[in-house]
């Protein structure tokens, strides 16, 4: 996924022609100066202080950032899960903010896949009735969808835990649950908040490749927010998230050369 | 993705599957709720049987009953204005209690499920099915505490009645009035679950995804 200034080095944010520019290139995910601010006990909170932000379809990136950085806030307003208090959101090249209510649903029913750090499957469904519910919000025919969950499952090693329950199975297996429902319905992007955040190092790294796995096989677009350092060695491009602004984006080719630093910060 | 017939019904199948796998996995809970409508449709119940078999007396029991019972005064005191008007406050009150302890509960449930609604809303459910999803789990908690309640209340009413009247008991109220007595009964009872569930059902349904995950953390 060499894009046009993959060829290495730092990019500073919004360095490149804003709009107009580059209105043709395929990015599946387009942020333009999100803002976002929280009230809490009348004290405001600058969330998200203007980012831009732009992903291209079928590219792997990583936002980075310590904790309370805005990473989760940037996740929501990508998902179409909040509402920016300034600036825009595309998604393949459609503003969210001009969606109804059935319309952002079946967006996010059909568009998009959701990986939580708390894994979110739902407690009383099985493994496979947990991949086939976006199925059949998508209104497909249940043995279609069941065929389709069983295979989703096998992909993600899972084929002998269909049956399972989320409390019979471990952490590492839930996420895999979780990645295996995020594809249902085909989506152009996986998005995952923190998807390691709550599993172990091992673990983890299986789900990290995995993700990496499924991005170069089926050409689905991954952004993942998080502060895990083993997600930098698969991300085609990184963006440096601080204290609600976009640092810098690191590409791929420019951490393998200083990987060493880039591991240290 | 070929298009082929959409059934309408499937997702139903779901929504009623999930609610039932819910209902069971919150047993202790299940069970309040049920037994807050079982208590009160036990009395409902037994109160209407019981009416029903002292407006009865009247026309069809046999003289020598009747005699007896105004010999001992039952009667006048069954029937009295006081009896009647303390009886009415107390069903209106058992009632009233159990639709608060329904609304209640439901309200409780969707608390305890932020994060399930807000990821079934992520991943692509409308509000009509969280809706749905509800209002299925108290028509299922509903029918069974009614059913529950029928019975308690009819047995309470014929034991009493059968204390009171003898074995004319039994032929006190004619087969259409039973059944329209258990008809009442079953309609109010899954009534009025229901009704307690739609604000609660409402509510989860309207809440915006990421407030519903985040507010469980
Ligand atoms: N609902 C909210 N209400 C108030 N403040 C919030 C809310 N959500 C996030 N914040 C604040 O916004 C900042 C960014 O949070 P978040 O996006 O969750 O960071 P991260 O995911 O990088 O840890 C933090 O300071 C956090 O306290
Ligand atoms: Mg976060």
Known sequence: MSGEEAAGTVVSPGGEGEAGVDLLATHIVRAIGVRK????????VHALKGVDFKVERGEYVAIMGPSGSGKSTLFNMIGGLDKPNAGKVFIDEVDIAALNMYELAWLRCHKIGYIFQTFNLIPVATALDN????????????????????????????????????VQMSGGQQQRVAVARALANNPA????????????????????????????????????????HKMLAVSDRIAWLTDGAIERYVSRDALD???GRADAR | MPETEKIAILPYRKVFQIAWQGLRIRLVKTFLVTSCITLALAFLTYILFSNGMVAGVAER??????????????????LSAEQRTQTAWMLGIALMNSFVGIVNAMLISVTERFREIGTMKCLGGLDSFIVKLYLFESLCQGIVGTAL???????LAYAEGVSLFGREAWTLLPAASVLRILAASFFSGVGLTVLGALYPAWSAAHMEPVDAMRSEV
């Open chain 1, 189 to 228: 992007i996986v998005l995952a908040d923190e998807p390691t955040g709550n599993l172990d190092s091992t673990t983890g790294r299986q789900i990290i490749d995995l993700l990496r796995e499924i991005n170069e096989s089926e050409g689905v677009t991954v952004i993942t927010a998080t502060h895990d």
């Open chain 1, 257 to 259: 050369i200083q990987e």
């Open chain 1, 37 to 44: 601010i929280f009230t809490m006990g009348g004290e405001k």
């Open chain 2, 149 to 155: 309640g029928m019975v308690i209340g009819l047995v």
């Open chain 1, 131 to 166: 991949v086939m519910l976006p199925m059949l919000f998508a209104d497909m025919v249940q043995a279609e969808a069941q065929d389709k969950a069983v295979e989703l499952l096998r992909k993600v090693g899972l084929g002998d835990r269909v049956f399972h329950k989320p």
């Open chain 2, 61 to 78: 029991a046999s003289e020598a009953l009747r005699q007896r019972l105004a010999r001992e005064g039952i009667l006048e005191q069954m």
